[in-house]
Every structure is written in structure tokens, then in C-alpha cells.
């Protein structure tokens, strides 16, 4: 049994800089408030079999797996276990208008993922939501940044 709790939102900003600011993970707690504390297990771009320790508010810490990074489009981080496994998906898409979309995806999957989605509905929704904006925000202000700094020759 699968549950899945998805957001999508277009951000105004290029796919480099929502990619810099979405796998830049452990500031996540900087641009969101349902992140309380980031550990990651090394240093440098994310990478498949990593682990990084995230602390949410009214929920148990998790050590998240890295299983799967497409540079600059996607990546899947796991948590749980065999009866109740967090599937984490952070997917952008280039838009044609400029900018690109976000898709934030947490699917529970195990025999007890019908028992936790239901659990946990209402503060993932409410999770997923805050991350989209967050990203949102902090990288259009990060954009905005960029665009306003002198061109120096």
C-alpha cells in the first residue's frame, strides 16, 4: 500500500538556482519552519547512499538515505522501514516561459503506510506545503539577488 502527499509550485527563478538552494539541505531550516535541524554524513553535491539526519518539529528525527540524484533535475532521499518507508522525491522541470516547477512528493510505502499517511496527513500536507513556498521564496530572492548585482568587466 502506497499514500502520497504532492505539491507542485512555479518558481521564478532559473533551475540552477532552485536546484543550489534545494539540495543545499542542511539550510533547509534557514527558508522553512518544518525543518528544525539538517546533519548531513559528508560534504559536497548530494550522493546516492548518503545519509542526512532530519529534525521536524512534533515529528521523530529521521535518517534519511540518499538512493537516487539526476544533477541539477531530481532526487530521491528513504526513511523507515519495511512496514513504513518515507519516499522523498524533489523533482524541477524547466518551464518554457522561464523559471521552472517544483514537485515535492513524500510517498509512505510498507503494510503500515496506509495506518502512518493517515497519521501524519495533516502535518505532511501542511510540511509539504511550507517547503514548496520556502523554496519558492528563497530562491526567487536568491534570483533577485543575482540579477541585481553589477555586471563587472
Known sequence: MTTVVQRSIDIDAPA???WAV???VQ????WTASVSSV?????GPLA?????VVAQPRLPTLTYTVTRVEEGRSFTWEAGSAAARG?????????????????????QQGFAARLVGAV?????????????????ACSEARAARR???????
Open 16 to 18: 540552477a538556482i532552485v
Open 22 to 24: 534545494l539540495t543545499d
Open 27 to 30: 539550510h533547509w531550516p534557514d
Open 39 to 43: 546533519r548531513r554524513s559528508r560534504t
Open 48 to 52: 546516492v547512499g548518503e545519509t542526512v
Open 87 to 107: 519516499v522523498g522525491e524533489h523533482i524541477l522541470t524547466p518551464r518554457i516561459a522561464g523559471g521552472c516547477t517544483a514537485t515535492l512528493r513524500l510517498a
Open 120 to 136: 501524519l496527513d495533516r502535518i505532511t500536507r501542511r510540511y509539504v506545503r511550507m517547503e514548496a513556498e520556502g523554496l519558492k
Open 147 to 153: 540579477s541585481a548585482a553589477p555586471d563587472v568587466h
